[in-house]
């Protein structure tokens, strides 16, 4: 997970509790994204950033806000956590180019757990 | 509508024997099809991809079918080792929005028993 940064770790949330999950990176890529992981469903999209100042929405956008102030940075904010965002969460970033792709590298991930 | 299926969610195989896990899509405009592997408590890592315009890839002990009119792949690792021990998630990519966006399967669970 070189290269992409996740704070905190851990969180555990009161129901309506507010929280931002930072991500940073040190390569210099232009796309970030963060991605829910649940029991048995794969890495869904929440947000990602196709360059610094721009964000859009990806599958499961609701009850999130994203910030994309810099390059290096894409924060995650809950606003008013709820149990369904129980969840891990990743940030990745747009990486090199292998195999005529662009691989998505990840973070290590936040585990949050709202009561 | 899930566009990509994993529809084995565990398997289990012997060191030293191939392991195969496998993918099924159902969207046409899906460009790139990618495999991640992911141990506990850590992000998913990259392992391998396939062009839609490419039938097979090869990288060391893992090569990646596509069969473009079943709209199926495949990954296989021969030989399985136990450090292959991993969820494994099957990806497809598009572009869109200025960014190539991914969307994950429910992944496999490999055990390689030694």
New interface residues.
């Given amino acids: 997970n070189a290269g992409v940064t996740q704070t905190p770790k851990f969180q555990v949330l009161k129901t309506g509790q507010s929280m931002t999950l930072q991500c940073a990176q040190d390569m210099n890529h232009n796309s970030m994204y963060w991605y829910r992981q649940d029991p048995g469903m794969g890495l869904r999209l929440i947000y990602y950033s196709a360059s610094e100042g721009t964000t859009d929405k990806g599958e499961v956008p609701n009850g999130y806000n994203v910030s994309r102030l810099n390059k290096r940075e894409f924060s995650l904010r809950l606003e008013s956590a709820a149990p369904s965002q129980t969840s891990v969460y990743f940030c990745a970033i747009e990486g090199g180019r292998r195999f005529l792709v662009n691989e998505q590298f990840f973070g290590p991930g936040t585990r949050l757990t709202v009561l | 509508d899930q566009q ?1 299926k ?1 529809n084995s ?1 565990s398997l289990s195989v012997q060191e030293g024997r191939i392991s195969i896990l496998n993918c099924d899509y159902t969207n046409s405009m899906f460009d ?1 099809f ?1 495999w ?1 592997k992911k141990y506990p ?6 392992l ?4 839609s315009i490419k039938d097979k ?1 090869e ?1 060391g002990r893992f090569t990646v079918f596509l069969n473009k009119s079943a709209k199926h792949l495949s990954l296989h690792i021969v030989p399985s080792q136990p450090g292959d021990s991993a969820v494994y ?1 099957c990806a497809a ?1 598009h572009f869109q ?11 496999t669970k490999l055990t390689v028993n030694p």
């Avoid at chain 2, 408590?41 to 990259?46: Q, W």
């Avoid at chain 2, 929005?97 to 429910?106: D, N, P, Y």
Wanted: hydrophobic share 30%; no cysteine; proline share 6%.
């Fill in positions: 990509v994993q969610p790139y990618l991640y408590a850590e992000g998913p890592t990259f391998i991809s396939i062009s890839n990288d998630f990519s929005g200025g960014s190539e966006k991914l969307v994950f399967g429910k992944g």
